[in-house]
């Protein structure tokens, strides 16, 4: 009794755990919420922005298919976007935020970080957290 007990106890611990996984599995929906700026490292020099070094702060506010771009507070940019999945420049296809006139940004969540690469030769990849 004692083991099929446990055994029902593992299984749906093993259950519940796969269909958390498969709530947040979506690309989409883990780019939802606040995220600041950390880091950008790229262009023609190879160079690394950060806050500090551009006296700046920058923060992207995702839902669902609208995109809110800030500077220092300050609303920049607000965008509808799809995801769509995409030859990469650096190789593979990718998972894609693609904003009409704009170029595509490949995108990768992990953790609460963000990777953003400009889909561009001597572009940047940019890192965020999530604050929200």
Same mark, same amino acid.
């Given at each position: 009794? +004692?083991? =099929? ?7 749906? *611990?093993? $259950?519940?755990?796969? /269909?958390?996984?498969? +709530?947040?599995?979506? @690309? &989409?929906?883990?780019?939802?919420? %606040? #995220?600041? #700026?950390?880091? /950008? ?5 190879? @160079?690394? $922005?950060?806050?500090? /070094? ?8 995702? /839902?669902?298919?609208? +995109? ?6 300050? $609303? $920049? @940019? ?7 999945? *995409?030859? @990469?420049? !650096?190789?593979?296809?990718? %998972?894609?935020?693609? +904003? &009409? ?8 969540? =992990?953790?609460? %970080?963000? !990777? ?7 572009? !940047? *990849? ?7």
């Amino acid at each position: 009794m +004692i083991k =099929k007990i446990a055994f029902l106890l593992v299984f749906f *611990q093993l $259950l519940s755990c796969s /269909s958390n996984s498969k +709530i947040g599995a979506s @690309s &989409e929906n883990s780019l939802n919420g %606040k #995220w600041s #700026w950390v880091s /950008s490292t790229g262009g023609f020099i190879g @160079s690394t $922005l950060t806050p500090a /070094s551009e006296k700046k702060t920058m923060t992207i506010e995702i /839902s669902n298919s609208t +995109i809110k771009r800030y500077e220092n507070g300050k $609303l $920049l @940019s607000e965008n509808t976007f799809e995801i769509k999945t *995409q030859n @990469s420049i !650096y190789g593979d296809n990718k %998972k894609m935020i693609v +904003i &009409e006139d704009r170029p595509s940004q490949s995108f990768e969540v =992990k953790d609460n %970080k963000l !990777y953003l690469n400009d889909e561009c030769n001597d572009c !940047y *990849q940019s890192e965020y957290v999530r604050i929200k």
